[in-house]
């Protein structure tokens, strides 16, 4: 059985203030029926992880950098971190790909150092508006995640998680339909399950995109989605803790 997880991913948003009262209003609500984390800016790791210390919910980090340490301005590593309380490290969303050009290799690297710190990474996964429209979905989608899983032993990539975020989705307020979502997120678990048994079986697989309070039920109903990597409706409270109450509705 896979607990569904929901994430929170608030990009580049958000004043110590606003991020204060995000916190204590998502923690007002208690337990939730799924894991929960948030990605607030690296700077407010500090204000967030003294504020959600004693709340179930955990934290992640929008982004990491492979490498250890050394002279990369401006780049945070996995264990600084990991240090500063992230349990959870994104690898590999579209706006890492799209604008600061990152290679599968490099999220492939992004992965391992998540997990070389004890950090869960997700690995995010997804086509363009053009490749969908051209049928390379399935092409694009196994490639980005082959890249990564080849380089990983099963025990290893099975400590991640993978979240299915097609790029046209993002941001724009047109989500996937629960069948088309659900649709690749089968082509991911059959890859995963090719891969090896135990992956298919105990992988999550989430959904991002345009999720929101009406439409998560929806998808999560479907049986390959396990939860939701969440953008714009994560910076509101009420609808991020419906979209996480709607995973325990099935
Ligand atoms: P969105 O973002 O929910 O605003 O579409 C999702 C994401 O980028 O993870």
Same mark, same amino acid.
């Given at each position: 059985m896979r607990k569904p997880i929901v994430a929170g991913n608030w990009k580049m948003n958000g004043s110590r203030e606003s991020v204060s009262e995000l916190v204590s209003e998502i923690i007002s609500v208690g337990t939730l029926p799924c894991d929960v984390f948030i990605c607030p800016p690296s700077v407010f790791f500090d204000l967030v992880g003294s504020q959600i210390a004693d709340s179930p919910m955990d934290m992640g980090a929008q982004n990491i950098d492979w490498r250890e340490s050394g002279a990369y301005t401006g780049e945070i590593s996995a264990a600084m971190v990991k240090q500063s309380g992230c349990r959870y490290a994104l690898v590999g969303h579209s706006e890492r790909r799209t604008l600061f050009h990152e290679t599968d290799v490099e999220v492939a690297k992004k992965f391992k150092a998540a997990l070389d710190v004890g950090m869960t990474p997700v690995l995010c996964l997804g086509e363009t508006l053009q490749q969908r429209q051209s049928g390379d979905t399935e092409e694009v989608v196994s490639s980005q995640l082959k890249t990564v899983m080849?380089?990983?032993?099963? *025990?290893?990539f099975g400590q991640g998680i993978v979240a299915y975020e097609p790029i046209w989705a993002i941001g724009t307020g047109e989500t996937a339909t629960p069948a088309l979502a659900s649709e690749v997120h089968g082509v991911i678990r059959g890859l995963l399950q090719d891969? *090896?048994?135990?992956?298919?079986?105990?992988?999550r697989i989430l959904y991002g995109g345009?999720?929101? *309070?009406?439409? *998560?039920a929806g998808l999560f109903a479907e049986a390959d989605i396990d939860g939701a990597l969440v953008g714009g409706a994560s910076l509101i409270s009420e609808d991020f803790v419906a979209i996480c109450r709607a995973t325990g509705t099935n």
């Open positions: 080849q380089t990983l032993s099963v *025990a290893e891969q *090896a048994p135990v992956l298919g079986d105990e992988m345009s999720v929101n *309070a009406s439409n *998560a």
